[in-house]
């Protein structure tokens, strides 16, 4: 082997390892994000955790006014909006790792 891909293939070797410690900071910092969802205006909100855990709940005295069925409804919809926005942080935390650069569908980085 050449001297020149010797370094090349060295400075790949760096740059990958890198690349992983960047993305277990990003899977600890994302594992304590704390997001919050609402729904109805703020009647109902759900904490999730970015390990999609849910740490609290929270149902405005209103809320418990209305039927059964529509406050299950706000519930589902709290979480829906908590998981989305979990979504989109992962998202942009992972393209700061990455660089921008697509991730292949399928590919696991462990988030």
Known sequence: MNPNMKGALGNLMRQAQQVQEN???AQDEIARMEVE??????LVKVLLTGAHQARK???A???LKEDREFL???VAAAIN???QKLETAKKEKMSGITGGLPIPPGMNLGL
């Open 61 to 63: 005295s209103d809320a």
């Open 72 to 74: 299950e409804d706000l």
């Open 37 to 42: 969802g609402q729904s109805g205006a703020g």
């Open 57 to 59: 709940v929270t149902i």
């Open 81 to 83: 909006d908590a998981a």
């Open 23 to 25: 993305l277990k900071r």
